[in-house]
């Protein structure tokens, strides 16, 4: 039996599938500013309320005057349940994992400064990709992948040039920072069922009672790599504008330590021992078609095309040095591309008060044949609504909230190396979003 394949196939597939449901596809953010969620981030490469636009289309910098600042954060609360049944020979128990993704608070920071009547520079400090998930020791399913983590956070200096009236193009380099972990684990409890089908195998069941709630195998690392991103504005006349932008995608090679029984075997779970690994990881590239209409003095309407290369993400791959199955592919995904289309309102209320609203429709990024629990992608509504409040005449606020409905997915796992053992299942959940941006013009 090739434990390392069961165990860090299932871990790192866990980790890149299990909160897909969350936020964006795969393990992609959208969350780069409260301004854009209230409007479900639909327009965001024609539009420039702030300093935060040259996160999604550095060009529309040269739309900003003077010298602005932006700071906020936005809080993500998702709320995903797998649920389904472990089936081993005769044995069948069903199993439940709840609130398997953590929440977490997403921070952003731009600045941006007009040289002169072409010029503009900006620095962006955000994250376009993340998750964090963790299935409880009493989930049966845990040898699938107990826990998953993915960051990253970007530093992204960008330059935009004003050609004329109508055109503007920009660029960046991005420097982004990224870390994870992953691992599965024996469950800290077993099905009647099973502690039935021990008794006959005495000498079994006491070696597994010591490993209740052990690591199969845990892995963690970090890294560094450069991206860029191109974007571009046309002014087609004073109230209708269209945008572009492409942002390269980044290879990781996440390089730390693994540890658990399939590297170390029980003494070294004993001992604590360490071995060194890494694993390739690449942050996909994407791109952006954004409109932006002004009806009326007071109402607007935008949106937004987006596309995400994840069928660019074939496979995972594990290299162990020392270990006899390294390297070695540890799960074959066949993900393929995703796509996002976001429709937004915008509705000047008075001199003060700007009222937003949106919805998007965000596709799954795996096919129903190979979706599995630790794939458990699948189709997204969001819901938006948001506030933008003028304090002065250079201090503002904005405040946006999404409800996110995650459609229900079900799913079968199975091993090739353990003929007979499968989950099969259902991934459930919805997903609530809040964020706060405050908005400085010197």
Excluded: C
């Amino acid at each position: 039996m090739n434990k390392n394949k069961i165990t860090l196939s299932l871990a790192a597939a866990a980790t890149l599938g299990m909160s897909a449901n969350a936020m964006a596809a795969g393990f992609q953010l959208a969350e780069y500013s409260a301004t854009g969620l209230g409007r479900a981030f639909a327009g965001e490469a024609a539009m420039a309320d702030n300093a935060s636009a040259q996160f999604r289309n550095p060009a529309m910098m040269t739309y900003l005057e003077g010298t602005q600042l932006s700071v906020g954060a936005i809080y993500v609360d998702p709320n995903i349940d797998v649920d389904g049944n472990i089936e081993y020979g005769p044995l069948k128990a069903n199993t439940k994992a709840s609130d398997v993704a953590h929440s977490a608070v997403i921070p952003n920071f731009y600045l941006s400064h007009q040289v002169n009547d072409k010029w503009t520079v900006g620095l962006a400090i955000a994250t376009n990709y993340g998750m964090e998930t963790e299935l409880n020791g009493n989930f049966y399913g845990t040898l699938f992948g107990n826990e998953a983590m993915v960051k990253s956070v970007e530093i992204n200096p960008n330059l935009a040039y004003k050609i004329n009236d109508q055109f503007s193009i920009g660029g960046g380099v991005r420097y982004v920072m990224g870390e994870g972990h992953f691992g599965a684990s024996l469950p800290s409890s077993l099905p009647a069922g099973a502690e039935a089908l021990l008794q006959s195998n005495p000498q079994a069941g006491q070696l597994l009672s010591q490993l209740k709630g052990k690591d199969l195998k845990y892995m963690e690392g970090d890294d560094t790599a450069w991206g860029w991103q191109l974007g571009a504005a046309w002014q087609i006349n004073q109230d209708h504008r269209i945008g572009v932008n492409y942002r390269s995608e980044v290879d990781f090679n996440l390089e730390g330590d693994a540890s658990g029984l399939s590297y170390t075997g029980i003494s070294g779970i004993q001992k604590g021992t360490k071995l060194p690994g890494s694993m390739e990881l690449t942050l996909p590239a994407t791109a952006e078609i954004a409109s932006f209409h002004q009806l009326t003095d007071k109402f607007a309407m935008h949106a937004s095309f987006n596309w995400t290369d994840w069928s660019s993400f074939e496979k995972l791959v594990a290299v162990i040095p020392g270990h006899p199955d390294s390297p070695d592919t540890i799960k074959v995904e066949n993900w393929k591309d995703n796509y996002r289309l976001a429709v937004g309102t915008t509705y000047q209320l008075n001199n003060k008060l700007a009222l937003r609203s949106g919805v998007a429709y965000d596709t799954s990024s795996v096919d129903e044949e190979y979706r599995t629990q630790t794939i458990p992608e699948t189709d997204r509504l969001w819901l938006s609504i948001g506030a933008g409040y003028s304090w002065s005449k250079n201090l503002s606020f904005d405040a946006g909230f999404t409800y996110i409905f995650a459609k229900d997915a079900k799913m079968k796992e199975e091993i090739e190396d353990i003929p007979g053992l499968s989950f099969n299942g259902e991934t459930s959940g919805n997903v609530w979003l809040v964020g706060v941006q405050a908005n400085y013009k010197f």
